[in-house]
């Protein structure tokens, strides 16, 4: 049987939908002459017989529901991933402007000098 590569899929992503199991990586990069880190190249065929299926419902499964794992991530991706800018320098917080507030009534403008001489 044959199965193709996609865009983001690893030997261990195909193992598992066309073996029901991560284990069945060895048998396909045996089987395809690759190694088990090997970076598959999207379109990449490759082929696999039914007795390395370790799984067989979960290989059912998988292929009922149409799902095609893609777990792999090229060093550039994992590079951007990564990637820490740089402060250019450390910011202050001496320049920051505050909002305008604007003036409240509050219980302390009922003590004041106003308000006691009224009822003085």
Known sequence: ???????G??????????T???EGVWALALRNDVSVTAE?????????????????????????EKIEPATDISARQ???LLEVPEADETPTY??????????????ADACSDEFTAAFA
Request: aromatic share 4%; glycine share 6%; proline share 3%.
């Open 40 to 64: 598959l190249r999207n379109g990449m065929e490759l082929t696999w017989l039914p007795d390395d299926v370790e799984d067989a419902d979960v290989a059912a499964r998988y292929r009922a």
């Open 78 to 80: 994992l590079a951007l």
């Open 94 to 107: 001496g320049g920051v402007r505050a909002d305008d507030v604007a003036p409240q009534v509050t219980r």
């Open 9 to 18: 899929q690893c030997l261990v992503d195909i193992a598992l939908a066309a």
């Open 20 to 22: 029901g199991s991560v």
């Open 1 to 7: 049987m044959k199965t193709t590569a996609r865009e």
